[in-house]
């Protein structure tokens, strides 16, 4: 079992900035590569950012390449995304997950341990 918790959401204004973090606890060695997905209300959960095991590989959804940096720190068994120039269309909760890198790295059913997530709301 892995529990993933998510903490650092919260209200913003457009053009601002938050860093979320997830902390993860239990078989950690089974969840390597670490991602953030993010469900907007109405939409499907999608692919945010990966990253890899040693933190050197990163992976990130067009939509925010250039303004959201993943990163981890494996002595806290914890990943941040540090998100800027957040805008009203990232507005959405965001999810920590975890597993195997593979080629369907930005599939919800790739993964099996999910955090409860943490709200991210942009306003404009």
């Known amino acids: 079992q892995v529990q993933l918790v998510e903490s650092g959401g919260g209200l913003v204004q457009a053009g601002g900035s938050l860093r979320l973090s997830c902390a993860a606890s239990?078989?950690?060695?089974?969840?390597?590569?670490m991602v953030w997905f993010r469900q907007a209300p109405g939409k499907e959960r999608e692919f945010v950012a990966g990253?890899?095991?040693?933190?050197?590989?990163?992976y990130y959804a067009d939509s925010v390449k250039g303004r959201f940096t993943m990163s981890r720190d494996n002595a806290k068994n914890t990943v941040y995304l540090q998100m800027s120039s957040l805008r009203p269309d990232d507005t959405a909760v965001y999810y920590c997950?975890?597993?195997?890198?593979?080629?369907?790295?930005?599939?919800?059913?790739?993964?099996?341990?999910w955090g409860q997530g943490t709200q991210v709301t942009v306003s404009s």
């Open positions: 997950t975890g597993g195997y890198w593979s080629t369907d790295y930005g599939r919800t059913s790739s993964y099996k341990y």
């Open positions: 239990g078989r950690t060695l089974s969840t390597p590569f």
């Open positions: 990253i890899s095991g040693n933190g050197i590989t990163t």
